[in-house]
């Protein structure tokens, strides 16, 4: 008997890819601290099995939390450096069009150019 591939293993379902992208298209932010882009994704801690969830499935992601401030109680996802590059932002360009959201695909298209040579030195 072997064991079932890890969700670290295995390629994302349609399903999950859906899931993931339109998460990201309805709350994350698409941006950066100045000096690196990033997507961020802050949510009440109700929701911990879904960052848990996609800490799993994207492991060079980064999940933070959870934090008290201004009365709410939340958790931090961050995809940065090749967790945004390899992983996470293809998916997202993929499947993201003027037709599905124009603004955050401007969002998108605001942060490569922000961070363009980052992604010039980091995209292969």
Known sequence: MTDAPSLE????TDVERGLVVGILIGEGHFGGDGKYPQITLR???RHEALFRWLQARFPRSRLYGPYDHGGRRYFQWMARGPALV???L???EEVLSEEIDAHVLGRVRDMRERYSDFFERNER
């Open 90 to 92: 293809p998916l997202v």
């Open 43 to 45: 949510m009440h801690v």
């Open 9 to 12: 293993s295995r390629p994302l």
């Open 86 to 88: 390899e992983d996470v």
